[in-house]
């Protein structure tokens, strides 16, 4: 880039509105895929597009996953992966059900 002008194809995805993906942190991708390969095979891969599911169980695990983190333990017993990576996945599949109407929002 010279000066300060703007690379057209830049301003051409701001205008149509893209999603900024350039900007995601991809530092946990390897994690997460680790803990969601797990699941899909205790539970079948995109098991929440098939069955409801409820968000209090998420938040259960998110909130176990989160205490065990901040009590010192990096690192998930079961699946030797972080448990900052088991949270992404659990919040990554509450968001995909929710926008495959499968997620259950019994919030209180």
């Not at 703007?6 to 205008?15: G, M, W």
């Not at 990096?74 to 599949?93: F, T, Y």
Request: aromatic share 6%.
């Amino acid at each position: 880039m010279t000066g300060n002008k703007e690379n057209p194809k830049l301003i051409q995805a701001r205008k149509l509105g893209k999603d900024p993906l350039e900007l995601l942190v991809t530092a946990g991708w390897a994690d997460e895929a680790k803990v969601m390969a797990l699941g899909a095979s205790k539970y079948g891969p995109y098991n929440w597009r098939e069955d409801h599911i409820r968000a209090s169980t998420y938040k259960g695990a998110i909130l176990r996953h989160l205490r065990a983190y901040f009590d010192g333990e990096d690192l998930d017993p079961e699946s030797g992966v972080s448990h900052l990576a088991h949270i992404r996945a659990c919040c990554a599949i509450m968001q995909d059900a929710a926008k495959h109407n499968t997620l259950i929002d019994d919030r209180i």
